[in-house]
């Protein structure tokens, strides 16, 4: 039995593929490379010395979903595919609906016409707009999402609960992940940002191995310590393991669940830049900029159901999480391309 590990040549699939490798699953990966490159599932194979089933194709193609389902014996799956860069979702809304709604529509049809209905969704921090109170548990309520990506994650998590709610045989867990950063130990799977990155970490990261000048910190005047929005950060690899153990849960049918996966801890933009320096012993320039529209102020997580259900908590600090985010930018400095 093997898991379809859908977006499975990115970031988080990558990590994730190398953790279920280890624990001896099979992974048959579908990605359409919109965001990656078939590399980091050769360097998976480096890694673990075993590569994933490829199938090169769009989660909204029923032929390759039709031909996956039939040839590989699959048990259940992983979907991370989805476009995630927040700006660009408000300027190309219908692009990043079409993609993740209709996309993962025509997934979750072929999954139930071939009888595989169990399912872990890559879901967001997001969902809870600026929370209701902090630290945040999985009973916050929903907040208001301010861009078409976290609107695709809100609205997928209502598609899922629909469908669990009509047909109770579904097994459907829901994981809402803080902030992922940091990279695999070895230095060779990481975050490949294209272009100008949008988020905290791979900024700096370029930053310090010289192709941006200067971080900018947006906003140093929010009600928190040092005036800089506070975030619950957590190592990829953490992360990884949160799906392995998500998976094994999924083979008790669990029905319907909702996990939070942080590590409890909220830290600073400056404070994840002085760890970083600290880490790396590579000076960062930066410099304070206004606030950046829709950002929260401070988001952390309560991850206490998590430990509970499945057994699983976030040991690596952001400490770790900055020496492997370094180790990957500076042992690959154009990502992929070598
Ligand atoms: P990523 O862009 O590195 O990985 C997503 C993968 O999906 C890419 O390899 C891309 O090529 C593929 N893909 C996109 N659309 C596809 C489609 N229609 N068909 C097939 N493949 C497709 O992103 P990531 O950081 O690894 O994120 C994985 C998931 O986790 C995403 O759903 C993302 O929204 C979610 N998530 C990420 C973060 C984060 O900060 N990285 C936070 C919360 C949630
Ligand atoms: N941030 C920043 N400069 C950057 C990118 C991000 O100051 O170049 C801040 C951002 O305002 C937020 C935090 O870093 O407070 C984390 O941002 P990121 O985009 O990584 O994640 P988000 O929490 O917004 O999803």
């Not at 700096?204 to 928190?224: H, N, P, S």
């Not at 992360?239 to 409890?264: F, I, M, Q, R, W």
């Amino acid at each position: 039995m093997a898991i379809l590990v859908t977006g499975g040549a990115g970031y988080i699939g990558s990590h994730t593929i190398v953790e279920l490798f280890g624990e001896g699953y099979d992974v048959v990966v579908l990605d359409n490379l919109s965001n990656s490159c078939e590399k980091s599932l050769e360097r998976v194979e480096e890694i673990t010395g075993k590569k994933p089933k490829f199938y090169k194709g769009d989660i909204a193609d029923r032929e390759v979903l039709s031909e996956i389902f039939e040839k590989e014996s699959i048990e259940s799956c992983i979907h991370f595919a989805g476009l995630k860069a927040v700006g660009e979702s408000v300027a190309k809304p219908l692009e990043y609906y079409m993609n993740n709604i209709s996309g993962s529509l025509v997934l979750f049809d072929e999954m139930r016409k071939h009888n595989v209905k169990n399912i872990i969704f890559s879901s967001s921090a997001t969902v809870y707009g600026d929370p209701a109170f902090v630290p945040i548990t999985e009973e916050c309520p929903k907040g208001e999402i301010t861009n078409p990506y976290g609107q695709t994650k809100g609205m997928l998590e209502q598609i899922l609960t629909d469908m669990y709610k009509a047909d109770p045989e579904w097994n459907i867990i829901l994981l809402r992940y803080f902030n992922p950063i940091g990279a695999h130990e070895s230095g060779r799977i990481g975050e490949n940002p294209n272009g100008i990155p949008n988020n905290l970490m791979p900024y700096i990261t370029q930053v310090a191995v010289g192709k941006r000048e200067c971080l900018g910190v947006f906003g140093d005047d929010y009600d928190t310590e040092d005036g800089t929005c506070i975030r619950d950060y957590i190592h990829v690899v953490d992360l990884a393991l949160g799906h392995v153990k998500s998976v094994k849960k999924l083979e008790d049918k669990p029905g319907l669940k909702v996990y939070n996966l942080g590590t409890g801890v909220g830290s600073s933009v400056l404070d994840v830049v002085n760890t970083f320096v600290k880490a790396s012993g590579v000076d960062v320039p930066y410099e304070m900029k206004p606030r950046r529209a829709g950002d929260v102020p401070v988001n952390f997580c309560d991850a206490t159901k998590a430990k509970e259900e499945l057994g699983w908590v976030a040991k690596r600090d952001l400490y770790k999480m900055c020496e492997d985010s370094w180790r990957w930018q500076s042992n690959n400095p154009n990502g992929y391309e070598e």
